[in-house]
T-cell receptor
Framework: DVKVTQSSRYLVKRTGEKVFLECVQD?????MFWYRQDPGLGLRLIYF???????EKGDIPEGYSVSREKKERFSLILESASTNQTSMYLC???????????????FGEGSRLTVL | AQSVAQPEDQVNVAEGNPLTVKCTYS??????LFWYVQYPNRGLQFLLK??????LVKGSYGFEAEFNKSQTSFHLKKPSALVSDSALYFC???????????FGAGTTVTVRA
């Protein structure tokens, strides 16, 4: 079974702090994603990466950055946390579409961030 | 651009009754369609997918979904709901060759005993 592990389930940070959210997958997936989930808005894509050191902006990248130095690890960084970044953050991974792969996402358990 | 609509924020059914969660999509080209379920304070779990072929697809926990190209819909169904099916359900769409899934806003299902 694919396992996607998010290192922190619950975090409480103060406005202006730098926040790191870590995600590790163990199935050699090429693609990794960061979504945020807010009630009534569903999941919105922040950033994704299709290879080591590669990254692409999603729909809501403002205020976030990412790092992918190793294939299995994808980090989300909030340089200066703000209260409107209080949310549930979900990491996911997938194989690249094609060659019989249908590209469904496998999710971690989520990291609930509260910014005071 | 691709998008997904889940027209109902909430669905309430009695245990043992049929459950339907609605989803419509908009894409350019042939869609890949997915359903996920989320239990409280957990990540999303994959339920089922439509890629091609038979319009009725079966998935985990007794769920199935019907792809209707003319109505651009992919409704999730279960013939007899259980209290344990109470959760948040998400529909998602992707076009072939794209990496990203676009998700609907989610539908909260409550099954009462």
């Amino acid at each position: 079974d694919v396992k996607v592990t998010q290192s922190s389930r619950y975090l409480v940070k103060r406005t202006g702090e730098k926040v790191f959210l870590e995600c590790v997958q163990d199935m050699d997936h090429e693609n990794m994603f960061w979504y945020r989930q807010d009630p009534g808005l569903g999941l919105r894509l922040i950033y994704f990466s299709y290879d080591v050191k590669m990254k692409e902006k999603g729909d809501i990248p403002e205020g976030y950055s990412v790092s992918r130095e190793k294939k299995e690890r994808f980090s989300l960084i909030l340089e200066s946390a703000s209260t409107n970044q209080t949310s549930m953050y979900l990491c996911a991974s997938s194989l690249s579409p094609g060659q019989g792969n249908t590209g469904e996402l496998f999710f971690g358990e989520g990291s609930r961030l509260t910014v005071l | 651009a691709q998008s997904v609509a889940q027209p109902e924020d909430q669905v309430n059914v009695a245990e043992g009754n049929p459950l339907t969660v609605k989803c419509t999509y908009s894409v350019s080209g042939n869609p890949y369609l997915f359903w996920y379920v989320q239990y409280p304070n957990r990540g999303l779990q994959f339920l089922l997918k439509y890629i091609t072929g038979d319009n009725l697809v079966k998935g985990s926990y007794g769920f199935e979904a019907e792809f209707n190209k003319s109505q651009t819909s992919f409704h999730l169904k279960k013939p007899s709901a259980l209290v344990s099916d109470s959760a948040l359900y998400f529909c998602a769409v992707r076009v072939p060759g794209d990496y990203k899934l676009s998700f609907g806003a989610g539908t909260t299902v409550t099954v009462r005993a």
